[in-house]
């Protein structure tokens, strides 16, 4: 039996909850009340279909964001009939999870939303996955928690899946799209600052001849 708070399709994704969505994805929300963080609710919404399946465990491709009370995230429901809020700001992960452990061990989804997927760590890890030869290779993937023998909780990374996700097509050709992006980008603010030059240069000219006919009048 699940501990969350289940909502109607209608109703807002504030604090800690859970719903299926009318595309058959499972959102999840989380507030943690002892957080200082400025962000201290944290959405997850779980793509139905898992990528890779284990014994205790899954792999899905997920969206996180993050949020506070005060944010202006909602909008009305987007073409599924699924309330809406702001797509931009969410980020597209890789983790893995138990999902019946998600929604009924309070200790296993608490963790979860604090210790694996708080916002620091997700976008560290995203970050490395733009990087070709990043210090942690994992493309989107951000690893998994799972009970020990003693029976507390832990974080755990599977490195080898890592290089499988971090070595992707699909996320060689992002990080290549990225350094093109920033290619252009580049060379739009070189040509800016050669523009910026160019104009300096004909002030300075201009200066030399006004101060060079000065000095004729005067003799």
């Avoid at 799972?146 to 507390?152: F, S, V």
Wanted: hydrophobic fraction near 25%; include cysteine; proline fraction near 2%.
């Amino acid at each position: 039996m699940t501990f969350l708070k289940e909502l109607k399709e209608n109703e807002i994704g504030i604090g800690t909850y859970f719903r299926i969505r009318k595309d058959n994805t499972v959102e999840l929300g989380y507030e943690n009340l002892n957080s200082q963080e400025e962000y201290n609710n944290t959405r997850l919404i779980i793509d139905p279909i898992p990528i890779k399946k284990e014994n205790k465990r899954s792999t899905f491709k997920c969206k996180v964001s993050w949020f506070n009370r005060n944010d202006k995230v909602y909008f009305p429901k987007d073409e599924n009939g699924n309330i809406g809020y702001d797509e931009k700001s969410s980020k597209n992960i890789i983790v893995e999870l138990n999902i019946e452990k998600l929604v009924t061990d309070k200790n296993y989804y608490e963790f979860f939303m604090e210790k694996l997927i708080n916002k620091e760590r997700v976008l560290k890890y995203l970050e490395y996955g733009m990087i070709e030869e990043p210090e942690i290779k994992c493309g989107d993937y951000i690893g998994y928690i799972e009970y020990d023998e003693q029976g507390r909780l832990n974080r755990y990374f599977d490195e080898y899946f890592g290089i499988e996700c971090h070595t992707l097509e699909s996320k060689q050709i992002e990080r290549n799209n990225k350094k093109t992006e920033l290619l252009i980008f580049y060379n739009n603010e070189i040509e800016k600052h050669k523009k910026a030059i160019e104009e300096i240069n004909n002030k300075i000219e201009e200066l030399y001849k006004e101060e060079k006919e000065q000095s004729r009048t005067l003799k």
